[in-house]
């Protein structure tokens, strides 16, 4: 998979080459590319301070605070997975128009990520080892003291690996910040090659981009060594609750609701006012019906075959700190990072070069889609791993059990949760992706996405209403699923 996944690289390094030291100094040592850089680092440090906090306090008050309905949270903080950056975006720009700028694309990138770290968190709550924290307390700890210094350390890995995944999101997302007129690297990549003949100059700053997404990788991989998790146990008891009075309790369900708000309602809200402006669709909805049958498939296909092709990885590297296997990690994460744009052409480049009867078909879409999207897969199902428990299957093995047979039977059966969360996250990406499947789809194929963002591009806002509420009510079903993996 890391063979597959460095594909995009070595298409950099090549249109790199034609450049010479002195193209690509000229390029990365311009004014221009310092102030995307900047901007860069500005959105990106952003969304990962915004996610972390929103993602840990609202898995910390759902799990440690008894509110009402409590599986119905898990799907709540789900919903928003459901809804693309870049039609949060659009509803920004809608309710305020003129709004552009760093705070609001670090505000939409934020609020459609933040369940990657919530959902990671809440389920590694429920397999962290409470009794601990009850140790603490009973040495004289405050419950503070006792949740900061004990129960957090536990659930940080997973909050981390959720918060990696909105950070190379935030990298390579060009929609939202294009549509707030914000000059990413990764815009100015997609404006290099659509206005420059030499594609050199836009490898140049791909490789920015790779250099960036591998000081983020290996800085999560640190925090992870640190946190020294190897040998977690698995889930002692329920969560431990606290019970409120009935104020405190509606607050603190205001807060954890008002991001779902802001993300999932007010977008519905827009879309079905855009939605009475009229449409196409209006006549046609046997063409809806297609594009949402095309876009389930390829997210649940996709799903499968990167969570199978993540697992290995995934379980290499939660349970060995060797440094290829964390090269090979890393390098896994790259398609995360990296703009569409640059993904799609390095698959067409080496499949015209060995597999050309690929060419714009629907496999070769799919291996791209699994190329970007499988570091979703790696971290959940990682930090999944990491929290059981290396005795278990080392106890089944000496009950008989072979070493596969007792990981298939008790790492991965403890692990599942979050193996399958992240193929549910794979599989609402996937949904939602839209610069690579209008490259390297076969002609007549149309997914939710692709009719969306041709009617936005346009500015046929009430035709593409449609579309945006489907591609919302379709990514229901992975948010759904998403919350009970998480629940497990």
Same mark, same amino acid.
């Given at each position: 998979?890391?063979?597959? /996944?460095? %594909?995009?690289?070595?298409?950099?390094?090549?249109?790199?080459?034609?450049?010479?030291?002195? @193209?690509?100094?000229?390029?990365?040592?311009?004014?221009?590319?310092?102030?995307?850089? !900047?901007?860069? &680092?500005? $959105? =990106?440090? @952003?969304?990962?301070?915004?996610?972390?906090?929103?993602?840990?306090?609202?898995?910390?008050?759902?799990?440690?605070?008894?509110?009402?309905?409590?599986?119905?949270?898990? %799907?709540?903080l789900a919903l928003p997975v459901a809804v693309p950056s870049y039609v949060a975006a659009y509803v920004l720009v809608s309710v305020r128009p003129? =709004?552009?700028?760093?705070?609001?694309?670090?505000?939409?990138?934020? !609020?459609?990520?933040?369940?990657?770290?919530?959902?990671?968190?809440?389920?590694?709550?429920?397999?962290?080892?409470?009794?601990?924290?009850?140790?603490?307390?009973?040495?004289?700890?405050?419950?503070?003291?006792? *949740? *900061?210094?004990?129960?957090?350390?536990?659930?940080?890995?997973? +909050?981390?690996?959720?918060?990696?995944?909105?950070?190379?999101?935030?990298?390579?997302?060009?929609?939202?910040?294009?549509?707030?007129? =914000?000059?990413?690297?990764?815009?100015?990549?997609?404006?290099?090659?659509?206005?420059?003949?030499?594609?050199?100059?836009? @490898?140049?700053?791909?490789?920015?981009?790779?250099?960036?997404?591998?000081? *983020?990788?290996?800085? #999560?991989?640190? =925090?992870?060594?640190?946190?020294?998790?190897?040998?977690?146990?698995?889930? $002692?008891? #329920?969560?431990?609750?606290?019970?409120?009075?009935?104020?405190?309790?509606?607050?603190?369900?205001?807060? $954890?609701?008002?991001?779902?708000?802001l993300v999932v309602v007010l977008p519905v809200g827009i879309l079905l006012i855009r939605l009475a402006g009229g449409t196409r669709y209006a006549?046609? !909805?046997?063409?809806?019906?297609?594009?949402?049958?095309?876009?389930?498939?390829?997210?649940?296909?996709?799903?499968?075959?990167?969570?199978?092709?993540?697992?290995?990885?995934?379980?290499?590297?939660?349970?060995?700190?060797?440094?290829?296997?964390?090269?090979?990690?890393?390098?896994?994460?790259?398609?995360?990072?990296?703009?569409?744009?640059?993904?799609?052409?390095?698959?067409?480049?080496?499949?015209?070069?060995?597999?050309?009867?690929?060419?714009?078909?629907?496999?070769?879409?799919?291996? /791209?889609?699994?190329?970007?999207?499988?570091?979703?897969?790696?971290?959940s199902a990682r930090a999944a791993i990491q929290q059981v428990s290396v005795r278990l299957p080392e106890v089944a093995q000496t009950l008989g059990?072979?070493?596969?047979?007792?990981?298939?039977?008790? /790492?991965?059966?403890?692990?599942?949760?979050?193996?399958?969360?992240?193929?549910?996250?794979?599989?609402?990406?996937? &949904?939602? #992706?839209?610069?690579?499947?209008?490259?390297?789809?076969?002609?007549?194929?149309?997914?939710?996405?692709?009719?969306?963002?041709?009617?936005?591009? %346009?500015?046929?806002?009430?035709?593409?209403?449609?579309?945006?509420?489907?591609?919302?009510?379709?990514?229901? +079903?992975?948010?759904?699923?998403?919350?009970?993996?998480?629940?497990?």
């Amino acid at each position: 998979m890391a063979g597959a /996944t460095a %594909i995009p690289l070595i298409y950099l390094c090549i249109r790199v080459a034609e450049l010479g030291f002195d @193209g690509v100094g000229a390029i990365l040592f311009r004014q221009r590319t310092a102030d995307l850089f !900047l901007t860069t &680092m500005a $959105v =990106t440090f @952003g969304v990962a301070i915004t996610t972390l906090a929103l993602g840990l306090g609202t898995a910390t008050i759902v799990s440690r605070v008894k509110l009402p309905t409590p599986n119905l949270w898990w %799907i709540v903080l789900a919903l928003p997975v459901a809804v693309p950056s870049y039609v949060a975006a659009y509803v920004l720009v809608s309710v305020r128009p003129g =709004t552009t700028g760093i705070l609001p694309t670090i505000a939409v990138i934020s !609020l459609s990520t933040f369940p990657y770290v919530t959902l990671a968190t809440l389920a590694a709550f429920r397999r962290a080892d409470h009794s601990a924290a009850d140790v603490a307390r009973s040495l004289g700890a405050s419950e503070l003291r006792a *949740f *900061f210094t004990v129960t957090l350390p536990q659930v940080l890995p997973a +909050a981390l690996a959720g918060c990696l995944l909105s950070v190379l999101y935030a990298l390579s997302d060009y929609a939202a910040p294009a549509m707030l007129r =914000t000059q990413t690297l990764t815009v100015g990549v997609y404006g290099l090659f659509a206005g420059s003949l030499n594609r050199g100059h836009a @490898g140049a700053l791909g490789l920015v981009l790779v250099a960036v997404a591998l000081v *983020f990788v290996a800085l #999560e991989q640190w =925090t992870r060594r640190r946190s020294d998790r190897r040998s977690a146990a698995v889930v $002692v008891r #329920e969560v431990p609750q606290l019970v409120l009075g009935p104020w405190k309790t509606a607050g603190l369900g205001a807060l $954890v609701l008002t991001p779902v708000l802001l993300v999932v309602v007010l977008p519905v809200g827009i879309l079905l006012i855009r939605l009475a402006g009229g449409t196409r669709y209006a006549q046609n !909805l046997s063409d809806l019906a297609s594009a949402a049958a095309t876009t389930l498939v390829l997210g649940l296909v996709t799903a499968v075959i990167a969570t199978l092709a993540a697992l290995p990885i995934a379980a290499l590297s939660a349970r060995f700190r060797h440094r290829w296997i964390r090269l090979v990690e890393a390098v896994s994460f790259l398609g995360q990072a990296l703009p569409s744009v640059i993904i799609a052409l390095g698959v067409v480049f080496m499949s015209l070069r060995v597999f050309p009867s690929l060419y714009q078909t629907l496999p070769m879409l799919i291996l /791209t889609y699994v190329v970007v999207l499988v570091p979703k897969s790696i971290g959940s199902a990682r930090a999944a791993i990491q929290q059981v428990s290396v005795r278990l299957p080392e106890v089944a093995q000496t009950l008989g059990r072979s070493a596969s047979n007792a990981w298939w039977t008790v /790492t991965a059966r403890h692990a599942l949760p979050g193996i399958a969360a992240g193929a549910v996250f794979v599989m609402s990406a996937a &949904m939602k #992706e839209v610069p690579m499947t209008l490259m390297i789809r076969p002609i007549g194929v149309d997914t939710l996405a692709t009719e969306l963002w041709t009617k936005t591009s %346009i500015d046929a806002y009430s035709a593409a209403a449609p579309a945006a509420l489907a591609l919302i009510v379709v990514g229901l +079903a992975p948010a759904w699923l998403l919350s009970r993996a998480a629940r497990g």
